[in-house]
């Protein structure tokens, strides 16, 4: 009996070490400097968390085309980039939001040199629910405020009829699902909600969901699936994600527009630049009320924000060399593959190209 | 509960049938044994065929109510009393049996496809959709959960050497205790917020990094690393020491030569199990050390992936699409069981093994 | 003690002991300073310095609610059942079997906290739709079960099954050390006067566990309070107060709060969860505290008897 069970104890610390084991002779992540590339180092972003999966696609082209990059990105949220940008700890930052003054004058002094600020990552917000036999749903931006502010409860509610003549909508309840953790989603979410619906949506633009009820649901991936889990659901959530759930069109001018990439990559032509800033200092406002045919309105755009000019010179070349990566249509591409975002057109990418060419 | 091999016979414990005060007529032991049987059956039914483990449950139930019923008609109220708890102590096992069941099955059933040699020997650097492993995160829960222990074990051994071995028992010693049970109850993610204040005094803002993730730990391992050292410390018989010290030699002396030798296994199983409490914990590790898809070796520097939070973030924020990186999630929630397991299964073995024959 | 021989070595080797007795005091006194010092100024801030965009009174309370809704929920669905399951180890299972089926119960402490939560996401929550419409259905004129049911399973009720789970093997374990107490001769005496087994359990065995199953009960309770990950992965929270268990709108928990929005949160949004983590310290602080203070801790008694 004690030797059986020794055996075991055996068999059991060995299993554990071999486990660990099995970890630690894997391929070591760093290569050495003598592999492909010319550059070498490591480059620090921090922001928003939006960006995570276009990054994680930027980053793998990006160390693979230079393998003595390492590329670091901590999702901390677009404040916190900022924040962690001007107080000079990371050399990127990613925002869902441009520069405000006073980060912009502060930013400007860390960088003693002008900001670039490039909107990179542009991705259309879906609006999803789960309705037995509806498959397609048309809805404006009133409707929708009703309905996120919980006003309207009930699918076949006069509003929703009138918009969806033909369906025929169930009188089951809604039940509309918001990310319970704060982000960048919901906020332009309510942004465009607050501009479109009218007055029929109050919480204002905030990354906080500001309605008490509902379901809440973590992360993006949380909201997909507690829309398709449950029924008489919706949802809002990024188009790359709402795979095998119904999308509803939204009304824009005199149309009703489908969240494709196209329809939002043409937001940022019918987009303002804020005045007063530098010419590499891209900021946008985005016209949520447009009208204009085949613009979908309710789009994510985030920033990369870097300095002109940085005190260390290889860390400038990596900057740069990122952000054209990133603003490439090679990049723009392989965002678009793995995160769902909108490439941006050509004529905007030349834009940004300039600006991002200010940095040396 | 280290005490689970060694507790005292259970008083008047054996199969109900064999304790039999006078009732009227005993039932046949052959009705009792023949019901019990028949209810574990439809139990097994409801859980192998579709006619689903809550309704077999509550058939086998009503099938074993029918012990006290019918003893109440055979043996008298009393006996019938007595046979309705012995039904519900049985329930109430069965009840807190099938989570662990569910649990069980659920990680074994969708983390056992997903592991590999591939699985445990590739980060996440690079990947992006398919493929990839959880090599950084198993890394980073070794080194850790390592530093951890170098912390703690040291700290939580001498303080049960203080406390047995120096104090008189008077009231220093006597609140010291009461502190350690307190701090037992400490929640992990008031550890997590207490290692990120501490290091952000000295570090600044927004700091991440594997050694505070190891404070954190530590600060749930001591108490319990003190609480079974005491309690073997507590074991080792008072003459070894007299007659150590009769011999002349000194008191620090008799500890490590006499006292420490002596109570070792325990000490090593209590340390152990103290490990496999804090090799799960997600709270702290999420809030300090955070989460990266590189290999990162340096505790001092930057963000360090650990298996439970990697199952967390893996699950709660997966990419486009989201399959594979849940499948992973899984892997990763069975590696880190299978590891917590083994240690449970290292540290009984360690105190069944040296324990005096006696207290087997 | 002053017969053997003092040395050097038996100078530093008592120091060393003696301060690290006192690391646990420090450590103690250090957590609280630390999430004071750094939750003072979220306490402070003004509602749009933060996130969250309120005082840090109307942020915290409803926290504080559902935190302790979450915890007593699961405390009242645990308690029933840890006794049962304590009592069968102690005094009804066959002696061979008692030791395994403590093993059993043990597993289920040995399991990760994430793993709970992503059992409790993917496995219970779906499981509890169904169950969740029938209350609402058949019992919606009580409160707690008002509805609108949720159309997820992802309620404060399903958080809560979810909490009993973890913290049944710690108030098990409790339990059966305090039922294994239980005086032999007393139990033995019942037995020969002809008290079947239940009625040795509640004349003998019961009126002596009170208090422990009460301060195990507290301990336990104090365990719930803290539980993070679980709660974080299964509940929907919006931040209001209610007793409703079974919609998807419920009050977050202090620690599943802190968890979810930590790792975005920055300037005094930090210092104000910070606080928050401060808050849930002095709560568990003074549950943990009590419920020692009412055990005054038999374990100890039983080793120094010894």
């Known amino acids: 009996m004690n030797r059986k069970s020794l055996r075991a104890l055996a068999a059991g610390s060995a299993g554990t070490i071999l486990l660990f084991g099995t970890a630690a002779c894997g391929t070591s992540d760093n290569n050495d400097d003598s592999a492909k590339g010319d550059l070498h180092g490591t480059l620090n972003g921090a922001g928003a968390s939006s960006q995570e999966s276009a990054i994680g696609a930027w980053r793998q082209g990006f160390q693979q085309a230079n393998e003595g990059v390492t590329v670091n990105y901590d999702p901390i949220g677009s404040g916190g980039g900022r924040e962690q940008f001007i107080a000079g700890g990371i050399s990127f930052a990613g925002s869902d939001a441009f520069l405000d003054e006073d980060e912009l004058t502060a930013a400007t002094e860390r960088c003693s040199s002008d900001i670039v600020s490039v909107p990179v990552y542009v991705s259309p917000i879906a609006v999803i629910f789960n309705l037995d036999n509806v498959k397609e749903l048309k809805l404006d931006s009133a409707t929708l405020g009703s309905i996120f502010e919980g006003k309207i409860t009930s699918w076949d509610d006069a509003a929703i009829k009138a918009l969806n003549p033909g369906i025929d909508l169930p009188s089951s309840k809604i039940t509309p699902v918001h990310r319970g953790d704060d982000s960048g989603t919901t906020k332009n979410f309510t942004d465009y909600l607050t501009a479109a619906s009218g007055g029929t949506w109050t919480g204002g633009a905030v990354e906080t969901w500001p309605v008490k009820g509902g379901e809440a649901a973590n992360g993006t991936s949380g909201v997909v699936s507690a829309v398709k889990s449950g029924s008489g659901t919706i949802g809002y959530a990024d188009a790359s994600q709402a795979d095998g759930l119904a999308t509803a069109s939204i009304k824009v001018g005199s149309e009703f527009v489908n969240p494709t990439p196209e329809a939002a990559a043409q937001v940022l032509d019918t987009a303002e630049r804020v005045a007063d800033r530098s010419d590499t200092d891209i900021a946008l406002k985005i016209d949520r009320t447009t009208t204009a045919s085949g613009v979908y309105p309710i789009v994510m755009v985030s920033y990369q924000i870097a300095c002109q000019k940085y005190e260390d010179a290889n860390e400038q070349k990596l900057v740069k060399s990122w952000l054209t990566w990133v603003a490439s249509a090679e990049g723009q591409k392989a965002a678009a593959d793995s995160a769902g975002s909108a490439p941006l057109s050509e004529d905007f990418a030349a834009t940004v190209k300039t600006a991002i060419d200010s940095i040396s | ?307 439970p939070v990697f199952a967390y973030s893996a699950l709660m924020n997966p990419g486009v699409p989201p399959q594979p990186s849940i499948d992973r999630a899984w892997g990763a929630a069975l590696t880190l069981l299978i590891i917590v397991m083994l240690l449970n299964l290292v540290a009984r073995g360690i105190s069944y093994l040296f324990s005096p024959a006696q207290r087997r | 003690m002053s017969k053997t021989i003092q040395r050097p070595g038996d100078t530093i080797f008592r120091g060393l002991a003696q301060s690290a007795a006192f690391v646990i005091l420090v450590t103690l006194a250090a957590v609280a300073l630390f999430l004071t010092a750094k939750g003072i100024p979220g306490i402070t801030a003004d509602a749009d310095q933060v996130k969250h965009g309120t005082t840090f009174a109307t942020f915290v309370i409803p926290l504080v609610f559902g935190t302790l809704w979450a915890a007593l929920l699961a405390l009242v669905f645990a308690t029933p059942i840890a006794i049962g399951v304590a009592l069968f180890i102690s005094h009804y299972a066959p002696r061979r079997l008692s030791g395994p089926i403590g093993y059993v119960i043990d597993l289920l402490a040995a399991v990760p906290s994430v793993v709970f939560g992503a059992w409790g996401m993917m496995t219970l929550a779906p499981a509890m739709q169904g169950p969740y419409a029938w209350l609402e259905e058949n019992l919606g004129f009580i409160p707690l079960f008002a509805g609108p049911a949720s159309s997820t399973g992802r309620t404060m009720l399903t958080a809560a099954l979810v909490l009993a789970i973890m913290i049944l093997p710690i108030m098990t374990a409790l339990c059966r050390e305090i039922f294994l107490q239980t005086p032999r001769l007393n139990e033995e005496a019942a037995l020969a006067l002809g008290a079947t087994r239940w009625e040795m359990v509640r004349m003998s065995v019961f009126p002596h566990a009170k208090s422990g199953i009460i301060s195990a009960a507290m301990l336990s309770l104090g365990r719930a309070l803290g539980e993070t990950m679980a709660v974080a992965m299964v509940l929907s929270a919006s931040g209001i107060i209610t007793f409703n268990v079974i919609s998807s709108t419920n009050p977050s928990t202090i620690a599943a709060n802190i968890a979810l929005s930590f790792n975005e949160a920055s300037g005094l949004t930090v210092n104000a969860l910070i606080a928050t983590g401060l808050v849930l310290f002095v709560i568990t602080f003074a549950v943990n505290f009590a419920a020692r203070l009412l055990i005054g801790s038999p374990k100890r008694a039983k080793g120094a008897k010894k």
């Open chain 2, 1 to 307: 509960m280290t005490s689970l091999l060694t507790r005292p016979a259970a008083p008047s414990a054996g199969p109900p049938s064999l304790n039999r005060p006078a009732g009227r007529r005993p039932l046949p032991q052959g009705l009792t044994a023949a019901i019990w049987a028949t209810s574990g059956l439809a139990l097994a039914t409801g859980f192998l065929t579709d006619l689903g483990g809550a309704r077999g449950f509550g058939l086998a139930w009503l099938i074993a109510m029918l012990v006290p019923l019918a003893s109440l008609v055979f043996e008298g109220r009393r006996k019938a009393t007595d046979r309705f708890v012995t039904v519900l102590v049985v329930t109430a096992f069965m009840i807190a049996v099938i989570p662990l069941v569910s649990i069980l099955s659920t990680v074994i059933a969708k983390g056992a496809p997903v592991l590999s040699a591939e699985f445990f020997t590739t980060s996440m650097r690079n990947v992006v959709g398919e493929g990839g492993g959880i090599q950084h995160a198993m890394l980073g829960t070794l080194i850790i959960t390592g530093f951890a222990t170098l912390i703690s074990v040291p700290i939580g051994l001498f303080a049960a050497i203080y406390l047995i071995e120096y104090s008189d028992g008077g009231p220093t010693a006597r609140g010291l205790r009461f502190l350690t049970d307190v701090m037992t109850g400490i929640p992990s993610i008031v550890a997590g917020l207490f290692a990120y204040a501490l290091f952000v005094l000295i570090f600044g803002e927004g700091i991440r990094m594997g050694l505070g993730g190891a404070v954190a730990l530590s600060v749930l391992m001591i108490p319990v690393v003190i609480r079974s050292s005491e309690e073997m410390l507590k074991l080792v018989p008072n003459e070894l020491r007299e007659a150590s010290w009769a011999l002349g030699v000194s008191r620090w002396r008799t500890i490590v030569k006499v006292v420490l030798p002596t109570a070792l296994a325990g000490i090593v199983t209590g340390v152990t199990l103290a490990i496999a409490r804090v090799i799960g914990e997600t709270a702290p590790l999420l809030i300090i050390a955070g989460m990266t898809d590189s290999v990162n070796t340096n505790p001092l520097d930057g963000r360090m992936a650990t298996l």
